[in-house]
């Protein structure tokens, strides 16, 4: 068995098709570019889209089912409490429709920078229990 173990890392290194294979075949091809390293304090796309999903399943969960256009249940109260503490935004104004409230979320998520994505996170409000809300 250890004559395995040594053997295998120096198949691996062997391989000429090792980085090859860590590609898409656009990127091979060169109709896409190579996958570059990420700047300090930056989110890649595929990371952005994940955790989207992640949330998104999780918002429709908590959607009425039967016609899955209102919040209901944890997102609900979420969402009403950033409209009157974060944003600072009147509560009677506030809507439990689906659409309006996942858009600004889907834009911080998919645009914003990585202080206000892992900010949701954060704080003393039901914001900071996401991570145990989702899933």
Known sequence: ????KKSEPAKKAADPFAA????????AEGAEPLPSGLKLKEMSPALRAALWDVIFQSIKRDTDNTFRMFLS??????LQYRHVYRLHLPADEFSNELN???RPSKAVIMGGDYLQVLGLRAGRDPGSQLSR???
């Open 1 to 4: 068995m250890s004559q395995r």
């Open 20 to 27: 090859r294979k860590k590609l898409t075949f656009a990127q």
């Open 73 to 78: 249940g944890r997102w609900l109260r979420l």
């Open 100 to 102: 309006p409230n996942i």
């Open 133 to 135: 809300w989702i899933g």
